[in-house]
């Protein structure tokens, strides 16, 4: 390959690449998320099957990141019909290739069904998961092989970076980021052209800037999407910000838990640089650039931006207090900025399109889309980009199609661990940065945990718990010993040991905790404590009060039983008991041992008749 | 020159100056622990917060670390701070009751008893220590191993050091491990012994009043019933 010298390289190769070809295409998504549902081993299996008859050059295949809708892993697409087959197996090949490869009739079984009219739909665009999502950034995953520069080029990858090298001024650039109203997407959603701007105007030759991909949330994979799915639009954001603050110099902190992520930005920055796309003078704008990686060693605390210049810089990662900012004194001290992987792959449209463009969609102080993870109890699990002031009711029922086996919501937590609980009364807020606070919780990087009417609060609250205090870096007196002792008296609710005045000392606790720590990592950590005392004050009470665990969650305040009148001594649940605590004669009502039994609930879900009794 | 208000008197301290610093310089006292004027700042401890800021902005920093700017209005002793700095030595008690520094500061601050189970640690995770054989030994022989709860102070790999030259400094500055409170209730959560005593300066010493040092009036005012004019009627 050639490096691309001048603006117009560029051009030449994108109108090159954007011929729409009519060949046959299948379209298979392996993120890490559709790999463990078995995508690559149907990507071999399409290669061979391809190969049986003979289509290796008749028929491309190519393979992409996650599309979003990771509940019907593994998918393809088979182009041009686009025929949209879902939960493929390596075996479902044999058939694909030649009913619908070649003989281009679809195969009903693999269709997507409809979860209300239980309708085939052939199309993926028409399923109803898609169809109320605003899909700017992550449309292009389905377009693109992450490992290929050139599939990026054909979807006019890079001319962003063309036009603001060659057209706008660094101010100029910074003006549009700022028109377009972007907040930062990692959590905190402070604007972004304003800490551009903040980073431009700070004294100091040497500039950094930092894309922080350390996504730890639990149940948060929005980043793992986009640097899996197409790692050149993070790249080309950054080249653009480093252009506009003035940096020479970029990182991607990435965390090390993410081995495909890393390898797809890795080579993505390797492709880039063989094109001249990072370097010495890229474009012939006299302006030079290059990223290194640093891969995170898994500590959640590195996402906070001070802890992870910290750790770039080889310490422990550790924040302290601001100011100075880091646009001032950042990383080994010069002014540096960061942004969210999710910020980053926006500035690319931003500037394609226009701060306009971008601002049409959102709310007042919310522009654009956000990607959230939806996860938990619900049926469309997976990645979703909506546009920012959609309803969490719209969010959960018309994207995620509702809760599964018919049960009733109970609570959505936004922003990862340290968001709060959100209950069904409030579910027609509107997803903004100010909206979710106002209610609790926070906007966070977009993990969404959406819980069903089986889930206890207090058990919710206690597993956040464990997670901050193993994951506080411990240097605060008040994050460290506030989590430890928070999760301490919320454990010991859980177990039925909770007392008066439990509540009151947790609520006072958690205020101070919130209070007094150094970092968004302590000052967040009561939300999930505060929320569910909140709106779920009466769940605490009833295990403290009563030492019942309403929703039959918490172990030691449940007892398994067998009611005598339904039991027909089948003797299903003793054989099932891995204690050995059910004994009885057959065909004569069996009895649970209480002493040893250790609420595994196998026998509940053993029993045919409904004679197991869960209190 | 910067200009900042604090407990509402105008100062003015020198740029590079922290809130601590500049209230200290002008004789107002912030409970601290983690802080030693030899050493750089860690913000570890929190008990230097003060209220910056006001209505919805206000917010709490550490005052160690937090450096005094142009215009900033900073309160030492609001309600706010002072509930959240008990809190704070509750936690510190519940950590180590025997050592007489955090007993003292629980005194000072009117702390009468702890909710939370007692550990008899040895250590508060200060870093005093560590900074102190850092930066004025400059052995680095010790420093902060793990996170969160499993947090701890130690050599590398836990085994004697080869830079470690024995001479003391860490058991020096320690805040925990050397001074064991000796009051004169049985080892216990709280001590509380100085609380039973009047602090002189309001009954002979009428002039000095707490300028000179600190003597927790001001905690167990917010603690008690007795109102501003009792107070005030006491003084004169």
């Given at each position: 390959m050639n490096k691309l010298k001048t603006p117009a390289d560029l051009k030449n190769i994108i109108q090159a690449r954007s011929k729409k070809s009519n060949k046959p295409c299948i379209v298979v998504a392996t993120g890490t998320c559709g790999i463990a549902r078995g995508a690559d081993k149907v990507a071999i299996a399409l290669k061979k099957g391809l190969k049986q008859h003979g289509l290796e050059s008749k028929v491309d295949l190519k393979i992409t990141g996650c599309h979003g809708f990771c509940e019907i892993e593994p998918y393809l697409t088979i182009l041009p019909e686009k025929i949209f087959y879902v939960k493929v197996q390596p075996d479902d090949v044999e058939e694909i290739v030649p009913k619908t490869v070649i003989g281009k009739k679809t195969i009903e079984r693999l269709l997507y069904t409809d979860l209300d009219t239980n309708k085939k739909i052939v199309k993926e665009k028409d399923i109803p998961f898609y169809k109320k999502q605003t899909r700017n950034i992550l449309a292009n995953n389905a377009l693109i092989d992450p490992q290929h520069i050139e599939d990026y080029f054909g979807i006019n990858g890079y001319s962003s970076l063309s036009k603001a090298l060659t057209s706008m001024t660094p101010e100029e650039v910074i003006e549009e980021v700022k028109q377009s109203g972007i907040r930062g997407r990692g959590g905190a959603g402070f604007p972004t052209g304003f800490k551009w701007e903040f980073c431009r105007k700070a004294k100091g030759d040497t500039k950094y800037i930092i894309c922080n991909a350390d996504e730890g949330d639990p149940g948060a994979y929005m980043?793992?999407?986009?640097?899996?799915?197409?790692?050149?639009?993070?790249?080309?954001?950054?080249?653009?910000?480093?252009?506009?603050?003035?940096?020479?110099?970029?990182?991607?902190?990435?965390?090390d838990e993410y081995p495909i992520a890393v390898s797809t930005i890795d080579n993505a920055i390797k492709q880039a640089r063989q094109y001249g796309l990072l370097g010495k003078n890229i474009l012939n704008s006299h302006f030079d650039f290059d990223i290194t990686i640093v891969r995170g060693a898994g500590a959640f605390v590195c996402g906070e931006e001070t802890a992870l210049i910290a750790s770039i810089e080889g310490k422990k990662g550790e924040p302290r207090q601001r100011p100075p900012f880091p646009a001032q004194k950042g990383l080994w001290r010069k002014p540096t900025?960061?942004?969210?992987?999710?910020?980053?792959?926006?500035?690319?449209?931003?500037?394609?399109?226009?701060?306009?463009?971008?601002?049409?969609?959102?709310?007042e102080k919310s522009k654009g889309t956000k990607i959230f993870s939806l996860v938990g109890k619900i049926n469309n699990t997976g990645l979703v980009e909506v546009p920012m002031g959609i309803t969490l009711k719209e969010l959960i029922y018309e994207i995620g199609g509702g809760i599964p086996e018919g049960k009733s919501f109970k609570a959505v937590q936004t922003g990862g661990p340290s968001g709060g609980c959100i209950p069904e009364d409030f579910l027609d807020t509107p997803i903004d940065y100010e909206k979710l606070k106002e209610v609790g919780s926070i906007m966070g990087s977009g993990g969404m945990v959406v819980m069903d009417e089986n889930t206890c609060m207090v058990d919710v609250a206690r597993y956040f718990l464990e997670f901050l205090q193993d994951e506080s870096c411990g240097k605060c007196l008040s994050c460290r010993e506030g989590t430890k002792r928070m999760a301490e008296i919320v454990t010991n609710i859980t177990k039925g040991q909770g007392k008066e005045g439990d509540l009151e000392l947790l609520e006072e606790l958690a205020t101070v905790?919130?209070?007094?720590?150094?970092?968004?990592?302590?000052?967040?950590?009561?939300?999930?404590?505060?929320?569910?005392?909140?709106?779920?004050?009466?769940?605490?009470?009833d295990h403290i009060k009563n030492r019942k665990c309403p929703a039959g969650v918490c172990s030691a305040l449940i007892q398994y039983s067998i009611i005598s009148e339904k039991c027909t001594g089948c003797g299903a649940c003793m054989k099932a008991c891995p204690q050995q605590a059910i004994s009885g004669e057959k065909k004569k009502p069996h009895v649970i041992d209480q002493n040893k039994c250790?609420?595994?609930?196998?026998?509940?879900?053993?029993?045919?008749?409904?004679?197991?009794?869960k209190r | 020159m910067i200009e900042l208000r604090i407990d509402g008197i105008d100062v003015q301290v020198e740029e590079g100056s922290s809130i601590l610093d500049a209230a200290r310089f002008y004789g107002i006292e912030?409970?601290?622990?983690?802080?030693?004027?030899?050493l750089t700042?860690?913000?570890?401890?929190?008990?230097?917060?003060?209220?910056?800021?006001?209505?919805?902005?206000?917010?709490?920093?550490?005052?160690?670390?937090?450096?005094?700017?142009?215009?900033?209005?900073?309160?030492?002793?609001?309600?706010r701070v002072v509930q959240a700095r008990k809190m704070l030595v509750e936690l510190l008690l519940a950590m180590c009751p025997s050592s007489k520094t955090v007993q003292d500061l629980a005194s000072a601050m009117d702390v009468q008893k702890v909710r939370f189970k007692v550990e008899h640690n040895d250590c508060i995770l200060c870093g005093l220590c560590v900074r102190m054989c850092a930066e004025q030994m400059g052995a680095q022989a010790i420093d902060f191993v793990n996170r969160g709860k499993d947090r701890k102070i130690t050599t590398p790999f836990d085994i004697k050091s080869d830079v470690c030259r024995t001479c003391?400094?860490?058991?020096?500055?320690?805040?925990?491990?050397?001074?064991?409170?000796?009051?004169?209730?049985?080892?216990?959560?709280?001590?509380?012994?100085?609380?039973?005593?009047?602090?002189?300066?309001?009954?002979?010493?009428?002039?000095?009043?707490?300028?000179?040092?600190?003597?927790?009036?001001?905690?167990?005012?917010?603690?008690?019933?007795?109102?501003?004019?009792?107070?005030?009627?006491?003084?004169?």
């Open positions: 980043d793992r999407g986009l640097l899996e799915g197409n790692p050149h639009s993070i790249l080309e954001g950054m080249i653009i910000g480093a252009y506009a603050i003035g940096a020479n110099e970029g990182f991607v902190y990435i965390r900025n960061i942004n969210n992987v999710e910020t980053w792959a926006n500035i690319p449209l931003i500037i394609s399109k226009g701060a306009k463009w971008f601002a049409e969609v959102g709310t905790v919130k209070d007094t720590s150094m970092c968004g990592l302590g000052q967040t950590a009561a939300n999930p404590v505060l929320s569910t005392l909140e709106y779920f004050r009466d769940e605490y009470e250790i609420k595994c609930g196998i026998c509940l879900e053993t029993c045919k008749f409904n004679a197991i009794e | 912030i409970p601290t622990l983690c802080h030693h004027d030899g700042d860690y913000g570890a401890c929190r008990l230097c917060i003060v209220e910056i800021g006001e209505g919805d902005n206000a917010k709490l920093v550490s005052s160690c670390t937090y450096p005094a700017e142009q215009g900033l209005t900073v309160r030492t002793h609001s309600k003391g400094a860490c058991m020096y500055i320690c805040p925990a491990c050397q001074l064991r409170c000796q009051g004169p209730e049985p080892p216990g959560d709280v001590c509380g012994s100085c609380l039973n005593v009047e602090p002189v300066c309001l009954e002979d010493e009428d002039d000095k009043m707490c300028f000179l040092e600190t003597c927790g009036w001001c905690y167990k005012e917010l603690g008690r019933t007795k109102s501003k004019e009792e107070k005030r009627r006491k003084i004169d």
